[in-house]
């Protein structure tokens, strides 16, 4: 079964320019999250979906960040424009279903650094 | 607000000895506490969770215990491995299905 796969897995910017984020969950999980991680730090949930549905996206900064995931499946998450304090790992997680009980697989992360 | 507080935030032990890493929460109402697995470079990967209606569970080297009252929860690793250095993630489930997530314990183990 594959992963959780994410892509670009590393992405260098500047200041004030446009980055996009992909992730494909694992067939068949219904829930995906999107999450920020800064280093040494635990990951902060920006956004959840059940399906197409944005159940969660309280943690979102959406004066810069968006995120869809139209079909249910795939999502990409956009920043607009890039700040400096936005350079960190991008994870995306699914879960065959909602709720927080439930093990989230991980993909690898796109680690992003805004110059 | 809700929070997850994760002690200590880097941990050495020597290897075949026991290792403990201790979280705090805030809700009362949560009622699941994983923990992940992150080693360097990689993605945070589920090792053990434990639901509130039960005090302790156990997966060979690796054991969760649970107080619901104190709030708080465990983690506990015995006879550790060099495999076992990477950083340990705490979680807590809140009312409205989200993970809190701890800072994080960096777990060293000298050969």
């Known amino acids: 079964e594959a992963g959780v796969v994410q892509s670009p897995r590393y992405k260098i910017i500047e200041k004030k320019q446009p980055v996009a984020f992909w992730c494909n969950p694992i067939s068949g999980h219904n829930t995906l999250y999107w999450y920020l991680q800064n280093l040494g730090q635990g990951p902060e949930l920006l956004i959840r979906?059940?399906?197409?549905?944005?159940?969660?996206d309280s943690q979102l900064p959406k004066d810069r960040f968006s995120a869809e995931r139209l079909k249910g499946v795939d999502s990409t998450l956009k920043i607009q424009p890039a700040e400096l304090g936005d350079s960190a790992v991008y994870l995306c997680?699914?879960?065959?279903?909602?709720?927080?009980?439930?093990?989230?697989?991980f993909g690898p992360g796109t680690r992003l650094t805004v110059l | 607000g809700e929070n997850v507080e994760q002690h200590p935030s880097t941990l050495s032990v020597q290897e075949g000895d026991s290792a403990v890493i201790k979280c705090t929460y805030s809700?009362?109402?949560?009622?699941?506490f994983p923990w992940y697995k992150q080693e360097l470079g990689k993605r945070p990967q589920l090792i053990i969770d434990i639901r509130s209606n039960v005090g302790e569970k156990k997966d060979q080297r690796i054991a969760v215990t649970l107080n619901k009252t104190a709030k708080h929860f465990s983690l506990h690793i015995t006879e550790t491995q060099p495999e076992d250095s990477a950083v340990y993630f705490c979680?807590?489930?809140?009312?409205?299905?989200?993970?809190?997530w701890g800072a994080g314990t960096k777990l060293i183990i000298k050969p």
């Open positions: 809700d009362s109402a949560s009622n699941y």
């Open positions: 979680a807590a489930e809140y009312s409205n299905y989200q993970l809190i």
């Open positions: 979906y059940e399906n197409e549905e944005a159940v969660d």
């Open positions: 997680a699914s879960a065959p279903i909602g709720g927080g009980d439930n093990e989230q697989f």
